[in-house]
Structures are given as C-alpha cells and as structure tokens.
C-alpha cells in the first residue's frame, strides 16, 4: 500500500521559515515525479512546486519562486519543501503527491498518489 506522510507543517509568523518533508513509502520515489500542492479555505487547491526523478529539474508556482525551494533524498525517500520568508498568504494545507513518470509534473491531476496534508499558518 503506498502511503506518502507530510510532516513538519505548524505555526510560524511572516517572514519566518518551516521545512515540510514527505516521506513515501510503498513505493520507491527514485522512479518517480513529486509535486507539492497547498489549498487554503474556500479555495481550489493549487500547484506549489515539482521535481522530477532525479532532481535535476524544478518548477515553482510564481508567487513561490525565491522562497521555497523542493528537494529530494530518493534514499531517503523523501522529498522536503523549504519555505522562506513566510507571508500569511502561504496559510494552508500543503499536500504531496507522486506520480510515476520522468518529467517536472504540475497539474494536480496527473498524479497518482498524494498524502494527507499538513497545515501551514503563518500569522502577521
């Protein structure tokens, strides 16, 4: 049974920092693509960030670029999203997902696999 397993989300003020890890198992995530995605109350869930297999390639949703950074430890089997420079505008639940193809993946649709969530809020 695969299960991916975010940790580390909380409660931060603006301009703080929190690094969100997920760990996969079931699966080995060397083979495939991670993304993570965060929907915040009344809105529609949204793409954050992707790495491809190996971690050589990244995407960043715009208002992300700069502050967060994804990364990956395939021995691990783990993938971490950094966030930095906090706003309260990032409050919400932040997902990961898997999906099992070679590429940078950033539709939330394309994935096969995705965790529980953890919640982020950061406070002004």
């Known amino acids: 049974q695969v299960q991916l397993v975010e940790s580390g989300g909380g409660l931060v003020q603006a301009g703080g920092s929190l690094r969100l890890s997920c760990a996969a198992s079931?699966?080995?995530?060397?083979?495939?693509?991670m993304g993570w995605f965060r929907q915040a109350p009344g809105k529609e869930r949204e793409f954050v960030a992707a790495?491809?297999?190996?971690?050589?390639?990244?995407n960043y949703f715009d208002s992300v670029k700069g502050r967060f950074t994804v990364s990956r430890d395939n021995a691990k089997n783990t993938v971490y999203l950094q966030m930095n420079s906090l706003k309260p505008e990032d409050t919400a639940v932040y997902y990961c997902a898997a999906v099992g193809v070679w590429g940078v993946i950033t539709r939330s649709n394309d994935y096969e696999y995705w965790g529980q969530g953890t919640q982020v809020t950061v406070s002004s």
């Open positions: 079931g699966l080995s995530i060397s083979t495939y693509a």
């Open positions: 790495i491809n297999w190996s971690g050589s390639r990244t």
